[in-house]
């Protein structure tokens, strides 16, 4: 036995060797496989995994995160399969589980980021340079030079939909020192201008996904 592994969801995933094959069904873990120095070992990736550019461009896309082609999984034989509890839809990772093990991420704040990481580098053989990220995430963290401002940050429009208090966006937003406009909130509360008005925020952080925020949307907003 290779590893017996719990994801962050709470199911067991077990491997009886390093995956050789690998298919990121979530962009931010495709990155992440990258910088922890894989190539090869992945296969498969989705429509959404735009970096490394590379990849995007050479590796076999399976559809996008919530759109998987189960056919292509199945044709690319992967022996691990990542995928996200809010990225990807549960029959999704369901039916993965048919084709081989899958493990899940599931990421509300900072710690929970950095133990995915971990958890993702020991699966891929991969420890020590999980350790380096983790480790430079950290330095990088504590070099943050906070500054008080009270902010909201759009994800989505038409209904403007802003990141609540119980997503991994406003942990990232306290990290910096800023105050959620509506922390107050669960999820991806839906927002009207009145109400970004009413909540006189000084600073308004707009997405590039799953809303690519343009310049006529912000100058929609000034």
């Given at each position: 036995m290779w590893i017996n592994s719990i994801d962050q969801t709470g199911f067991n995933v077990r491997l009886e060797e390093p995956p050789r094959r690998i298919i990121?069904?979530?962009?931010?873990?495709?990155?992440?496989?990258?910088?922890?120095?894989?190539?090869?070992?992945?296969?498969?990736?989705?429509?959404?995994?735009?970096?490394?550019?590379?990849?995007?461009?050479g590796k076999t896309r399976v559809g996008g995160t919530k759109n998987v082609h189960l056919d292509r999984l199945r044709d690319l034989k992967p022996d691990l399969i990542l995928a996200n509890k809010e990225e990807n839809t549960k029959a999704v990772v369901e039916a993965a589980r048919e084709i081989?093990?899958?493990?899940?991420?599931?990421?509300?704040?900072?710690?929970g980021a950095l133990n995915m990481i971990r958890a993702i580098g020991q699966l891929?053989?991969?420890?020590?340079?999980?350790?380096?990220?983790?480790?430079?995430?950290?330095?990088?963290?504590?070099?943050?030079?906070?500054?008080?401002?009270?902010?909201?940050y759009l994800i989505w429009k038409n209904p403007y939909m802003a990141a609540g208090g119980d997503s991994f966006i406003h942990h990232m937003m306290e990290a910096c020192g800023w105050e959620n406009a509506f922390a107050s909130r669960p999820r991806y509360p839906e927002l009207s201008i009145d109400d970004l008005v009413a909540a006189d925020v000084?600073?308004?952080?707009?997405?590039?996904?799953?809303?690519?925020?343009?310049?006529?949307?912000?100058?929609?907003?000034?």
């Open positions: 990121s069904l979530v962009p931010s873990q495709t990155e992440l496989l990258y910088d922890l120095g894989l190539g090869d070992e992945v296969v498969g990736i989705t429509k959404f995994c735009v970096h490394p550019d590379a990849w995007f461009r081989c093990p899958v493990w899940t991420s599931d990421i509300q704040d900072i710690p891929v053989n991969r420890s020590f340079e999980g350790e380096r990220i983790v480790k430079e995430i950290g330095d990088g963290l504590a070099t943050i030079q906070k500054q008080e401002k009270k902010v909201a000084e600073l308004l952080l707009l997405s590039s996904e799953p809303y690519p925020f343009k310049m006529k949307d912000i100058q929609e907003l000034n």
